[in-house]
């Protein structure tokens, strides 16, 4: 596959991971174990599915990895989403 650091998707990604890190440190405390954390775990699975599929040997296996990578991006999406409506975010 392609070297990780040329793919826009998985730069992308990384940078949507660190975005949210900065969005979640203001959270509440109450929220370190719930939205907090789950907001950052989705968010590093983006990348790290991205970057998993990248070093699988077939186009198949990557493909595999994306539709991974989208799945976490929509619990991501939902979370966020909590937290707008919670108004902590």
Do not use: H
Not at 22 to 50: H, M, W, Y
Not at 60 to 88: D, M, P, R
């Amino acid at each position: 596959m392609n070297k990780l650091s040329e793919l826009k998707i998985w730069n992308k990604a990384i940078d949507l991971t660190v975005n949210v890190y900065k969005a979640t440190s203001s959270f509440p405390s109450d929220e370190r174990f719930g939205l907090t954390s789950q907001s950052r775990r989705a968010a590093v699975s983006i990348p790290s599915n991205i970057a998993e599929g990248a070093g699988r040997n077939s186009m198949k296996e990557f493909n595999n990895f994306l539709g991974i990578a989208n799945g976490s991006s929509y619990e991501l999406q939902t979370q966020l989403v909590i937290a707008n409506k919670l108004e902590i975010l």
